[in-house]
């Protein structure tokens, strides 16, 4: 640390000259890219659909497909077959020559491809059921088998599959404006999804053989039609998810008559399929607002699960709005449920699970379905469907409109440690939070994951910590992503990426966004800035189908903060948080002039203006300067500060501070991405201060800043990212003095 005198002299104007830089060649590859300018170049142009506020345009339309399903599921073959009728609205100003229909099942079908393109290897050793599954049994064709497709007529229609997608060939376009009806037949072989894996499938009790079933991508699904791709028909590889028109569904499910059900919907004949008590059970808990009333109780569960019904039970569901559609009947289900009051409606909240999952389940699962529900409510807009309903089912965590499947049970013996139940509760926070995002804010999950994976996840993050219990949550915090954002570059993808090219998917569609958009309600822009532009964002586009580019213009248009550089950095480029403190230099006062100070350079501003007594630092290593550079000065003309002081008023000097240290401390940057500086500082009595300078002063210089500190007490310790907020990757260059980082041995 350098050391240097502060003088004071005669007014002359001291303002810094101008002088011109020359860039060195590794200067300037930093510049090449402005971080601070605008996206114009990675951003689609506003239009009459989308505009450049981030809201619908005047000429923003939407696709709608309702559909009429019966369906019935053979328990003992494990098998659903089905027929649907699908009325579909043109409200695009095209024509549609050919209508897109997704077969997601073909994704497990014998001829699919998704396993063709995903790298392959030998273990040493295996599990002798993985081994037999992988090598020696011959699975069951888990794909669509479609028995005809057909107009409203009754007529044959074209079409042609192609793997995980299907084309109706249209005899004459579909108009602007008009609507076409036509069926569909169809079954598959559902599958054992912890044997043959999958998003839905059935879970199998060896003890009694009864199976859980959690059906969704069950029946042939309309693509989405809009302004931004038209068709999205890209094929089902296994890792991006859903892309689907809003519709309402009227669907009739044939289950054994010893199911307990629950479904996308209202039920529309519960006095039907429950018994008289189990009814009115139901009636209590939609005025029971503390705890869940037990609607099927564990005994009579208990009881269902030792038999096998011949009979059928067809339950009757009914979904308004709605972008899909999934189902969840065992008779071995638990089944419980309350009712939840947001701002306007009351909604119910509800859980299914077998017995296996007590006592965790019936103690936990539906008031957490509840506590999310007014959790992501407060901070969008009221949950706008009648129910949200949490099914156990082991190893999964998917969601659908309405409900959703969750992992977590206890032991043998019916004990949970923290760690399941914390897993458990995140994991039912983050599927029935889906409801908001993608089920109402309906972004492309096909082709862009984070769009609801990320902001789910920030979404989980909050409402965790406002459980009040010091929840341990996995992404939002800005520590836990530093491992994947310091990591190797070759493994790292932009957060701008598609689904299925993304390597550490977790870290990059929910970590890093859920990450992101913590560190921008807290660090960058503040909670009421934020919360306002979010909120208009997820008003704006709820029941409609969003892009990135509405987002990112949403947040910025709703708050009035230039945010294109985080965007830029944190979600198009794989940069890393690094800032650091260079150098520290020291200054103190001195009174008494010296022969030194005639050779003080003196220099004058852009104006040339007087502006009365200035103080001047001189350093002492560069005190003898260049004859060229220096204009001598009488000693005798020197003002000193006790004689600038002694010409104000004594209300003046009362108002003036009196720092007796004097700091200036470079902060460089090593990491590429741009972030404010969080500094506090610790004076030796142990008091602290806390600074934040915005990211706008990396603005002139994208490698250093400079900061001086006045003080009336002397620094002990300055520290960058004391709370780490940053996602700072490396703390060893944060303080100064430099300190030794205690290691986990430590």
């Known amino acids: 640390m350098k050391k240097i005198i502060l003088f004071f002299i005669l007014p002359v104007a001291l303002f810094a000259q101008e002088k011109t830089t020359t860039v060195t060649s590794k200067q300037q590859g930093s ?76 994704q497990a079908s014998e001829d699919s491809e998704s396993p063709l393109a995903e790298s392959d290897k030998m273990d040493q050793t295996y599990p002798a059921s993985t081994f037999a599954n992988k ?93 931004v791709e038209g068709w999205q028909n890209m094929q089902f590889w296994g890792s991006g998810e859903f892309a689907l028109p809003f519709g309402d569904f009227d669907v009739n499910i044939t289950v054994p008559a010893d199911h307990v059900m629950e479904a996308t919907g209202e039920l529309m004949n519960r006095s039907e399929v429950f018994t008289p008590a189990q009814v009115k059970r139901y009636e209590l808990a939609q005025k029971s607002f503390d705890k869940p009333v037990v609607i099927v109780t564990q005994a009579e569960a ?47 909240a509800a859980s299914v699970y077998p017995k296996e999952a007590n006592p965790l389940w019936g103690e936990t699962s539906t008031i957490t379905v509840a506590h999310t529900l007014k959790s992501y409510s407060s901070h969008t807009f ?81 409402a965790e910590q406002e459980l009040g219990t010091d929840f341990p949550s996995r992404r939002g915090p800005a520590k836990n992503i530093v491992p994947y954002m310091s990591g190797d570059q070759k493994f790292l993808e932009p957060i701008m990426s598609n689904s299925e090219s993304i390597i550490q998917f977790g870290n990059n569609a929910y970590g890093k966004p859920a990450t992101g958009l ?20 997820s008003n704006r586009w709820k029941f409609k189908h969003p892009t990135p580019e509405d ?74 300067l260049k004859s060229n550079q220096k204009k001598a000065l009488k000693i005798e003309d020197v003002k000193l500060l006790s004689d600038y002081v002694s010409a104000l008023t004594a209300e003046e000097k009362g108002a003036l501070k009196s720092p007796k240290y004097f700091y200036e401390v470079e902060f460089n940057k090593p990491g590429g991405m741009i972030m404010p500086i969080l500094v506090e500082i610790t004076y030796e009595d142990d008091t602290v201060d806390n600074f934040k300078y915005p990211a706008q002063i990396w603005r002139k210089s994208n490698d250093s800043a400079k900061k001086v500190y006045a003080t009336e007490k002397a620094i002990k310790k300055i520290q960058i990212d004391p709370k780490l907020e940053t996602a700072d990757i490396d703390v060893t260059n944060n303080t ?6 205690k290691t986990k041995f430590d």
């Not at 339950?315 to 939840?340: E, L, Q």
């Not at 004990?415 to 993608?438: A, L, R, Y």
Request: glycine share 6%; proline share 4%.
């Open 518 to 537: 913590n560190i921008l309600r807290e660090t960058i822009m503040g909670r009421e800035l934020f919360d306002y532009a979010f909120k208009v964002y």
């Open 31 to 106: 510049y090449d890219t402005n971080k601070f300018s605008q996206m114009y170049d990675l951003l689609a142009t506003p239009n009459m659909f989308r505009t450049a506020s981030g809201a619908p345009g005047p000429a923003y339309y939407q696709q709608q497909a309702d559909y009429k399903i019966d369906i019935e599921l053979d328990d003992k073959k494990a098998k659903l077959s089905g027929s649907e009728t699908i009325t579909y609205y043109n409200n695009s100003p095209d024509s549609l020559e050919y209508l897109w229909i997704q077969l997601d099942q073909n």
């Open 135 to 227: 090598f020696l049994e011959k699975g069951l064709d888990r794909g669509f088998n479609l028995e005809y497709v057909k107009d409203a007529n009754g007529k044959a229609m074209s079409y042609t599959v192609n793997h995980t997608m299907m084309r109706i060939n249209l005899a004459s376009p579909m108009k602007q404006n008009s609507t076409i009806s036509f069926s569909i037949k169809w079954s598959y072989n559902i599958n054992d999804y912890q044997k043959d894996g999958g998003r839905s499938g059935y879970e199998f009790f060896e003890k009694e053989g009864n199976r859980l079933y959690v059906i969704a991508q069950f029946y042939p699904r309309m693509a989405v039609y809009n302004d």
């Open 302 to 348: 208990e009881a269902s699960e030792k038999g096998f019904s011949d009979k059928k039970k067809t339950w009757k569901f009914s979904a308004k709005n709605v972008r899909d559609f999934g189902i969840a009947t065992s008779r071995k289900f638990i089944y419980d449920a309350m009712a939840v009051q947001l701002s306007d409606k009351v909604v119910m």
């Open 382 to 462: 009221d949950y706008p469907y009648p129910k949200a309903v949490s099914v156990s089912a082991e190893d999964q965590g998917m969601e659908y409109p309405m409900i959703c499947w969750n992992f977590g049970r206890p032991d043998a013996n019916g004990v949970t440690s923290e760690q399941v139940k914390n897993g458990m509760m995140g994991v039912v926070i983050h599927e029935v939070g889906h409801n908001f995002f993608p089920m109402i804010v309906n972004s492309d999950e096909r082709q862009w994951t984070w769009m609801d994976e990320g902001l789910n996840s920030f979404m989980e993050f909050m």
């Open 736 to 741: 100064w003095p430099k300190e030794k980082l």
């Open 551 to 624: 987002f990112f213009r949403t947040m910025e248009d709703a708050s009035a903060v230039d945010l294109d550089w985080f965007f830029r950095g944190w979600f198009y480029s794989t940069d890393f948080v690094d800032i650091g403190i260079k150098e520290v230099k020291q200054y103190y006062i001195s009174e008494t002039p010296t022969v030194a100070l005639k050779d003080a350079k003196v220099r004058k501003g852009r104006f040339g203006v007087d502006r009365g007594p200035f103080v001047y630092l001189i350093e002492e290593s560069n005190s003898e």
